[in-house]
């Protein structure tokens, strides 16, 4: 299966912007999406993105996030705008949907604060 590193993440105010970066280990065809997990509670999607370019986004990203790729970087980035405090957790990247049994990386932590 595909393994994916996720960096990026950092400390921003309210307000602020952040791009996080996902490469993947080796080729990328299909989906692939962003999640993110707040401790203590189950991961969620924020947005994925098509092999053809297509994308979608979960509500509370619509608007504000904007995901795009580059097959051949292997790299699906995500630019952030409008950063809100409850958008802290740590950020993960992963097919989408993600398959049974998927592996996770490390993921990237954001946190929004002043």
């Known amino acids: 299966q595909v393994q994916f590193v996720e960096s990026g993440g950092a400390l921003v105010q309210p307000g602020g912007s952040l791009t996080l970066s996902c490469t993947a280990l080796?080729?990328?065809?299909?989906?692939i999406g962003w999640y993110r997990q707040v401790a203590g509670e189950q991961r969620e999607w924020v947005a994925r993105i098509y092999a053809n370019g297509q994308s979608m986004y979960a509500g509370a990203a619509e608007g504000r996030f904007t995901v795009s790729r580059d097959n051949a970087q292997r790299t699906v980035t995500l630019q952030m705008n409008s950063l809100k405090p409850e958008d802290t957790a740590i950020y993960y990247c992963n097919k989408a949907p993600v398959p049974p049994g998927a592996s996770w990386g490390q993921g990237t932590l954001v946190t929004v604060s002043s």
């Open positions: 080796e080729s990328i065809s299909g989906g």
